[in-house]
C-alpha cells in the first residue's frame, strides 16, 4: 500500500511539474512514427493482470489493425495508463473497462 501510494503521489508531481511546463511552453513533444494501434494495445495488455486481480475485464477492440501516425510514445502511454488506472478505481468487481480505437479518415479515435 505504501509503495501504490508512493507511485501515486510521483505521478502526480509529474502532472504538476508538466503542467506548470505547458504554462511556460516548454512541453516538448516527441512524435515518432509508430503503429499506435500496437502502442495503445501493449499497454492494455500489460496491465491486464492486475485488473484480473480484481475480476475486471478489458476488452480491446479495433476496426484497424494497423495505423501508422506520429505521436509522442511516453506521452501516450503516460495518457493511456492514466485512464486505465481511472477506469480500474471505479470500475467495481467483475466489471468490464472497453478499449476502442476506431480510424477515421484523417484521425483515430480511442475511446
Known amino acids: 500500500m505504501m509503495k501504490q501510494n508512493c507511485f501515486r503521489l510521483m505521478r ?7 503542467i506548470t511546463k505547458l504554462d511556460s511552453g516548454f512541453l516538448s513533444f516527441n512524435a515518432e512514427n509508430g503503429n499506435i494501434v500496437a502502442v495503445v494495445e501493449d499497454i ?9 486481480s480484481k475480476n475486471i475485464e478489458i476488452i480491446f477492440d479495433t476496426d484497424v489493425e494497423e495505423k501508422m501516425t506520429a505521436f509522442d510514445h511516453d506521452k501516450m502511454e503516460r495518457i493511456i495508463l492514466n485512464l486505465l488506472s481511472n477506469a480500474y478505481k471505479h470500475t467495481p468487481a467483475g466489471g468490464k473497462i472497453e478499449i476502442t480505437i476506431k480510424d477515421s479518415i484523417d484521425s483515430i479515435n480511442i475511446y
Open 12 to 18: 502526480l508531481i509529474n502532472n504538476l511539474l508538466d
Open 44 to 52: 492494455a495488455l500489460s496491465v491486464a493482470p492486475y485488473f484480473q
